[in-house]
């Protein structure tokens, strides 16, 4: 699963890749972490969100404990009760111009990039909602991983091409789950000798039922 990704374009590069308005107040960091703000493309704007829908879980005692950012939506779970509205009402678009997954040995992991050959950035499907927690809110969709990096991580990111985009935000929900598919091309493999979060730590996700 995706826990890290860089946006490295402006809201005004990348308003103008996907011809909407930028949202010019916006704040997102180039390196975008689960609970950090990224850009999102939706409703015609390029606009700021948290990554992460809040999953809140209850103690031993029955006390709410801090919620989880769940930054990723298997295309297997979204017909599911923690996905279906959003799939169904409110897709969207997250730019990136990278995803990193961890590779290695646990403790010593370092940080492989992922991007696409002669594109500076990518359209990923994604889904957002409004939240009590974190204001609005989005989630990428994974799906099985390519050759590519299969023996690094088992999911990897829906890719779209740039004539599925429309479909994927304003089509139905058949034709946007017709969209969830490994991506067939060549993949940019970029493995450098940087630490992963936490000196190799790969962020908990708590499984949805």
Request: include cysteine; proline fraction near 7%; aromatic fraction near 10%.
């Amino acid at each position: 699963m995706c826990n890290l990704y860089r946006m490295t374009k402006t809201v005004d590069e990348v308003a103008k890749l996907f011809a909407v308005e930028p949202d010019r107040g916006a704040n997102f960091v180039a390196e975008v972490y689960p609970g950090y703000t990224g850009l999102v493309v939706e409703s015609g704007r390029a606009r700021a969100m948290t990554w992460g829908f809040p999953l809140v879980l209850t103690g031993r005692h029955g006390q709410k404990l801090k919620p989880k950012p769940v930054t990723n939506a298997r295309e297997d779970k979204l017909h599911t009760a923690f996905w279906r509205d959003s799939f169904a009402h409110r897709r969207c678009l997250v730019p990136v111009s990278q995803w990193a997954e961890p590779e290695g040995e646990s403790g010593q992991m370092t940080r492989t990039w992922y991007s696409l050959p002669d594109s500076e950035v990518m359209a990923i499907a994604a889904l957002w909602r409004p939240s009590a927690e974190w204001g609005d809110c989005y989630s990428l969709v994974m799906v099985d991983s390519s050759r590519q990096m299969a023996e690094v991580h088992d999911r990897m990111p829906v890719l779209l091409q740039p004539g599925d985009q429309a479909r994927w935000v304003r089509g139905s929900p058949d034709e946007a789950f017709a969209l969830c598919r490994t991506w067939p091309g060549e993949l940019v493999v970029e493995r450098t000798r940087d630490r992963w979060v936490g000196g190799g730590t790969v962020p908990r996700q708590e499984p949805l039922l």
